[in-house]
């Protein structure tokens, strides 16, 4: 069972960056895919960003195009989200996953959380 635990997240003003990371442990035979989801308050979860875990190909959200950026490293099996130029908007629990299953089979393993807060 992999485990999957977030952290860098905290209280950041407008325009300001934070990096989170998201680390893995635990015995898995195929990691196809990472992830970075969120969720605001009153809202449903939403995708943000995933990489292919051995292609390296890199997908985002319409709203986190040009200011975040994700990335992995595979030694360490984690995976990072650079956020640059952040917005009130920006603020909820981040989440990153993992998908073991293959391309268009969803993720199956799921982090804590960790929060971001964006002040105006």
């Known amino acids: 069972q992999v485990q999957l635990v977030e952290s860098g997240g905290g209280l950041v003003q407008a325009g300001g960056s934070l990096r989170l990371s998201c680390a893995s442990s635990?015995?898995?035979?195929?990691?196809?895919?990472m992830g970075w989801f969120r969720q605001a308050p009153g809202k449903e979860r939403e995708f943000v960003a995933a990489?292919?875990?051995?292609?390296?190909?890199?997908n985002y959200a319409d709203s986190v195009k040009g200011r975040f950026t994700i990335s992995r490293d595979n030694a360490k099996n984690t995976v990072y989200l650079q956020m640059n130029s952040l917005k009130p908007e920006d603020t909820a629990v981040y989440y990153c996953?993992?998908?073991?299953?293959?391309?268009?089979?969803?993720?199956?393993?799921w982090g804590q959380g960790t929060q971001v807060t964006v002040s105006s």
């Open positions: 996953a993992l998908n073991t299953a293959g391309p268009g089979k969803g993720y199956d393993s």
């Open positions: 635990g015995r898995t035979f195929r990691r196809y895919a």
């Open positions: 990489i292919g875990w051995t292609t390296g190909i890199t």
